[in-house]
């Protein structure tokens, strides 16, 4: 049986009305809000994760810019509820998992074991819940994701999850983190102070980078995202608008790629009347696809072998 394939959206488009400062971006510990919730999501081999940004979107796409996030914007996002954001988040995501958590960028504090449990939730949807209190990130089986992007309703998320209500789950949990946002200053203190408390509690984790190359290193998972986002964009210049990176990059990297490789990844049609196009070819998407179940691979061989080497005894 294949293994489930489980990416995320941060909804990072709306401009604070309670903050002077963008909220993703507020200091927590020794990183942001959202670089640690980006960070935990990878700790739980979440992938893609999927940034839909608005206001201020090149601050704060710099600001992730090598967490290796897909950075989508919003370009509605001052008229629009959040509800926009989430279909825009699914709309790019939806080919590419079989589930998909939804984040807030102001929830930090939701914890990895959180994150594995709500992505192997039961049911179509399911909601966290802390003694009684539903909170965040919601699971959403890609089921429900063609509903989801037709409902024409006002209510928002709430509202278009309505006719799957009795196949909601609420899946209870022992993380206060689900109910911890940051809609105004002294919400933020508060997180600040359950931050600082938390620290001594956080478990030992363990990741593994998948780096391919000959002569030098070529190949990488910001690779591996950018010719996805090429595939998505359909051109060099949307996929770095997707990713947040400059032109040149992206072309730097393909580039390398393609040189180190001996593998021609994508098929170009320089722009003219019609403009330009790129799309990946069958050998690149044969390579793509080799690559990402490499990752799988690898990251289940790390954590068979971590568990091996620091046992759940040692990891605190």
Not at 14 to 20: D, F, L, Q, Y
Not at 104 to 123: K, S
Not at 269 to 283: A, H, I, Y
Request: charged share 25%; with cysteine.
């Amino acid at each position: 049986m294949a293994e489930r394939r489980v990416g995320a959206i941060i909804l990072a488009a709306g401009k604070p009305h309670h903050m002077e400062e963008l909220t993703p971006m507020l200091k927590l510990g020794q990183t942001t809000m959202i670089q640690k919730e980006i960070d935990t999501l990878r700790q739980s081999g979440i992938a893609p994760i999927v940034v839909v940004t608005g206001y201020q979107a090149e601050q704060l796409e710099r600001h992730i810019a090598h967490r290796r996030a897909v950075c989508i914007r919003n370009k509605r996002y001052e008229t629009s509820q959040m509800f926009g954001s989430v279909c825009i988040g699914l709309r790019y995501i939806q080919k590419k998992v079989d589930r998909v958590l939804l984040f807030p960028a102001d929830v930090p504090m939701v914890t990895a074991q959180t994150i594995e449990r709500m992505a192997n939730a039961p049911g179509k949807i399911a909601v966290p819940a802390y003694q009684g209190r539903t909170g965040h990130p919601v699971m959403l089986e890609k089921e429900v994701f063609p509903s989801l992007l037709s409902y024409q309703g006002g209510k928002g998320l709430r509202g278009a999850m309505e006719e799957w209500g009795e196949e909601i789950i609420q899946v209870d949990l022992d993380d206060p983190g689900i109910l911890l946002d940051t809609n105004t200053q002294t919400d933020y203190e508060s997180i600040l102070a359950y931050e600082k408390a938390s620290r001594g509690q956080v478990s030992l984790a363990c990741r593994a980078q998948v780096v391919l190359g000959r002569e030098m290193d070529c190949f990488d998972g910001a690779t591996a995202s950018f010719l996805e986002a090429v595939e998505e964009a359909g051109s060099m210049l949307g996929a770095c608008q997707i990713q947040g990176i400059s032109y040149s990059k992206g072309w730097k990297m393909v580039k390398l790629a393609e040189d180190q490789l001996g593998i021609l990844f994508l098929a170009r049609q320089p722009g003219g009347s019609k403009g330009g196009f790129s799309n990946l070819t069958e050998e690149g998407r044969a390579f793509l696809e080799r690559y990402r179940r490499l990752e799988t691979l690898v990251r289940q061989a790390t954590e068979e072998a971590f568990s091996q080497v620091f046992g759940e005894g040692e990891r605190g």
